[in-house]
């Protein structure tokens, strides 16, 4: 409920106007019985006929307008308060923090981002003015009926009290079957999120029908609650159209009979019935903005749990540092223990230091930690316990978007947008020209690409980088980074989809020699790591050996290990076989 206040308070003014249009509207509505019956007495009578017509019609108009003001005036206050709540929590989506993303499927991300928030249209707009203006209208009519004629009513009030009874009994229920319907909704999401993002291993194991399976399950339990709450609805509908016929026909009776013993004038008998008649709207409305209120708190309580995840605030306090290029910083880990959440500890008491305007490697088998310690640098994460220092200021202590500002990060698994390839470089320095673009692209051994494009930059890439190679992709990310004139290099097996032409071609810029910066490379390629200026061995999350490639050959057996590997694979691949890595055990 908090969430629905929150984004309903700042459209407070138009939603007391819409109060007052519907209300205006409902006071107009409750006033036609009685002109009707003024025109009936009229009738029977010797009076002017043409007041009390004009009345009648005035009241109509009255009532039309308002009520059409109103839904115009709502309706456009409802989109209003999605708009807002969608670029609020889309926000809040990308500043999420690594762990909470880790721990959460995008579909279900996506899905309270796109299906959750159209919830939120009635239940902060329709449904309270509808709740408000439904209980005034049906007040109203009730009144007036006593007001009419006290027997009449007594024999309608049983019925009512009825429908009550079932209303306060279903709202719950709707409620539930909703919030159910919303999470199965998120996990079809889930499910088809993962299937096409690898749609091309899902077709080469041929399993599109076990996909198809998993999503069809989660469709099938968001329609089973989905049915649910439709049940529950169509019962209302029934129970409260069926107690109206009946409350009719027995006021029809019992009024008959009085109009026949006298007691009661046709008129009052014709207004009664016409509030009878009136309350169906009044209640209608009630019931609806109940559900749909209690559809909004389902989808409110989803967006609410969102609004709880830790986000990595702009405004934490630290340090600022500059944003323009600064010199080669060193970069140093002081004791170093990180752990997932749930999960054992993968960082055990890390030291060493890369110098600046040095080139350190990490080489270890995969799982050992090394891409855990890129993260813990760009402070997706934060270390347990430990210090990491860039020169001699904590990491902690600095901003997260002013430590990435000084850090060019190619990860392992290159990540292409949607769009054009201009698009994608500019991601790391939006303001860049075409000549900065053209540098970048050069420098990344991208030139040959863009040349090749039919629209240069300005050619599309496909959704995820689809029409680009591994070997592309990982070259864009790479341009993307140089873009960013960083100080500080991080590269994640960076070259893993390079020939060994292009990669030579980019040595220079990959050990950061042209760009002038202090580098950190995780590779498990031999040619990566030999000329590095220090090479730390990690295995299993502890740094097991330093040093040169000379001096690591001479004194630690697993650096003998992977140089055996790496030599194994490139004679293979001399040789025209497949090419061998070190094992990739636990990275």
Known sequence: MG????????????????????????????????????????????????????VLCGLVVVSAICNGANSYLLGRTGERVVFDVRRRLAGRLVRLRTAELDARSPGDLISRATSDTTWIRQATTTAPVGIVNGTVGLLGA??????????????????????????????????????????????????????????????????????????????????????????????????????????????????????????????????????????????????????????????ANRLTEVEEMAVEEDTEPGHAVAAVRTPPPALRFEGVRFGYPGREDVL???????????????????????????SLVLRFHDPLAGTIRLDSTDLTTIRRADVRRRIGYV????????????????????????????????????????????????????ARGITLSGGERQRIAIARALLRRPGLLLLDEATAHLDARTEDAMSAVLTGRDIGCTVLVVAHRLATVRDADLIVVVDRGRVRARGTHAELLATDPLY????????????STANGGAPVTVSDRNQ
């Open 560 to 571: 003998r290990e992977f140089t055996a590997t790496q030599l194994a694979a490139e004679n």
């Open 142 to 299: 009730l009144i007036l009926m006593a007001v009419l004629d006290v027997r009449l009513f007594a024999v309608t009030s049983g019925v009512l009290v009825a429908i009550g009874l079932v209303v306060g009994y279903a709202v719950p229920r709707i409620r539930a079957a909703t919030q159910t319907a919303q999470s199965s909704v998120g996990i079809v999401g889930s499910a088809l999120d993962r299937a096409l993002g690898a749609i091309r291993t899902v077709k080469a194991a041929g399993a599109e029908s076990r996909e198809q399976a998993t999503v069809e399950d989660a469709a099938e339990r968001a329609y089973r609650a989905g049915l649910t709450g439709v049940r529950w609805t169509a019962l209302l509908a029934v129970v409260a159209e069926l107690s109206l016929q009946v409350s009719f026909l027995a006021v029809l009776g019992v009024g008959g009979g009085f109009v026949a013993a006298g007691s009661l004038p046709v008129s009052t008998l014709v207004a009664f019935l016409l509030y009878l008649f009136y309350i169906a709207g009044p209640l209608t409305e009630l019931v609806t903005a109940l559900t749909a209120l209690q559809q909004g708190l389902g989808a």
């Open 3 to 54: 969430l629905l206040l929150a984004r309903a308070r700042p459209h407070a003014l138009l939603l007391t106007v819409g109060l007052l249009l519907a209300l205006a509207g409902s006071v107009a509505g409750l006033a036609q019985p009685l002109g009707a019956r003024a025109v009936i007495d009229t009738l029977g009578g010797n009076g002017a006929l043409l007041q009390p017509v004009l």
């Open 411 to 462: 990860e392992q698994d290159a990540a292409v947008v949607e769009g054009t390839l201009r698009e994608n470089l500019l991601y790391a320095a939006a303001g860049a020209d075409d000549a900065e673009l053209r540098r970048a692209a050069q420098q990344s051994c991208l030139d040959e690409l863009v040349d090749r494009l039919p629209d240069g930059l300005d050619s599309a890439v496909g």
């Open 348 to 374: 055990h008491d890390v030291t060493f230091e890369v110098p600046a305007g040095k080139r350190v490697a990490l080489v270890g088998p995969s799982g050992s930690g090394k891409t855990t310690l890129l």
